[in-house]
């Protein structure tokens, strides 16, 4: 049985993270960033799991059960902040949620 | 065999994640979004792990999709105005943006940093080899994530709480 080169894995987990990238950078509804955002931290895990693997470690799971940890309190923390922004200010579109801007 | 199922896997996982990033409605991103996480689940299982699949599917599919599911229905997004799929911010990203890619790409392929990893694991699989090294090794960060937790929902609640019942 033939095995799956480590390269397949690493180019795969970069092809998920730059389309990730390219939804934070390219999309306006704040919404789909935050997708966007977990789509690369997937990618992410996708890479320390493969090392892991092909390093014949377990540190690499360890680290990737703490990533899942993480962005789960930060997606709670996001749609929290979300929720509230839409009811105070009745839009998704980033290029209105302007005060900060200077 | 093995090398045909991660090219399924691989080639579903990145037209869902092209649908996330390309599709208009919100609803529908994030449902192209749990057929990519489902994918990736599949490839950790793929990488012998299989305690991470299981978690991927339970707290990402089950949990964190559901959550974006829910806030995405509860705005009422016909209010909401839905935006053009693409905008063009500043010509920089594109002329960039493919360079970083083939860059990274050719640190990929052309390099021959990752052919030395070739060997097959040998660690079993079992999830009480993981959980020995997170309650022993790792048990002062397993807690500190555990807090991290903890203040996450508390920050939650208090940021969806209305204004003035303190």
């Known amino acids: 049985m033939e095995t799956i080169p480590l390269t397949w894995y690493i180019a795969l987990s970069t092809v998920l993270f730059f389309l990730g990238a390219a939804g934070v950078l390219l999309r306006k509804n704040i919404v789909i960033m935050l997708m966007s955002v977990e789509l690369m931290l997937n990618a992410v895990n996708i890479n320390l799991l493969a090392f892991s693997y092909y390093l014949d470690d377990m540190r690499g799971q360890i680290f990737a059960i703490f990533t899942i940890t993480v962005a789960a309190a930060e997606v709670a923390v996001a749609l929290g902040i979300l929720i509230a922004l839409i009811k105070r200010r009745n839009t998704v579109d980033i290029d209105q949620i302007d005060t900060m801007k200077g | 065999m093995e090398?045909?199922?991660?090219?399924?896997?691989?080639?579903?996982?990145?037209?869902?994640?092209?649908?996330?990033?390309?599709?208009?409605n919100p609803v529908h991103g994030a449902l192209s979004l749990i057929v990519c996480l489902l994918q990736v689940a599949a490839i950790f299982v793929l990488l012998r792990s299989p305690f991470l699949a299981v978690v991927q599917v339970f707290i990402y599919v089950?949990?964190?999709?559901?959550?974006?599911?829910?806030?995405?229905?509860?705005?009422?997004?016909?209010r909401v105005e839905l935006e053009s799929p693409f905008n063009a911010r500043g010509i920089f990203a594109y002329i960039l943006a493919p360079i970083a890619v083939i860059e990274i790409f050719a640190v990929i392929f052309v390099s021959k940093s990752f052919d030395a990893?070739?060997?097959?694991?040998?660690?079993?699989?079992?999830?009480?080899?993981?959980?020995?090294?997170?309650?022993?090794?790792?048990?002062f960060p397993f807690e500190i994530v555990s807090v991290l937790l903890l203040v996450a929902m508390v920050a939650a609640i208090v940021m969806t709480l209305k204004k003035g019942r303190s």
């Open chain 2, 3 to 24: 090398q045909l199922f991660f090219i399924g896997f691989a080639f579903m996982a990145v037209v869902a994640a092209v649908g996330v990033i390309s599709l208009r």
């Open chain 2, 62 to 78: 089950g949990a964190v999709m559901v959550l974006f599911l829910f806030a995405v229905m509860v705005v009422d997004l016909r």
């Open chain 2, 117 to 139: 990893f070739t060997t097959v694991a040998t660690l079993p699989t079992k999830i009480e080899t993981l959980a020995r090294v997170l309650f022993t090794e790792y048990l």
